[in-house]
Nanobody, 126 residues
């Protein structure tokens, strides 16, 4: 079982930036595909970005392409989500997720991920 802990959420003005972090423990981090999802009030949880276990491959939701960047530092057991040019519609609880996959594989469906963090709130003021 993988334990995930997100941090870095907060309040930011539209056009601003935030960097979320997710620290993992309990399993070899370098075997994990990592992902970020988000859920706004009254809406379903949506995919944001994912990254392969080695970091060479990434996948993004169309709504965040060119604005968000997912990255990881395996030596620190941590995945990041750099969010730039934030919009009010980006406001949500952001969740980190993990699953074991072969190298160079990325997944992006919620059902593909087996471990989840508790989430961190991102609020964007207009």
């Amino acid at each position: 079982q993988v334990q995930l802990a997100e941090s870095g959420g907060g309040l930011v003005q539209a056009g601003g930036s935030l960097r979320l972090s997710c620290a993992a423990s309990g399993r070899s981090f370098s075997s994990l595909v990592m992902g970020w999802f988000r859920q706004a009030p009254g809406k379903e949880r949506d995919f944001v970005a994912s990254i392969s276990s080695g970091g060479s491959r990434t996948h993004y939701a169309d709504s965040v392409k060119g604005r968000f960047t997912i990255s990881r530092v395996n030596a620190k057991n941590t995945v990041y989500l750099q969010m730039n040019s934030l919009k009010p519609e980006d406001a949500a609880v952001y969740y980190c997720a993990a699953t074991v996959r072969a190298p160079y594989v990325v997944v992006f469906r919620e059902a593909d991920f087996s471990s989840w963090g508790q989430g961190t709130q991102v609020t964007v003021s207009s």
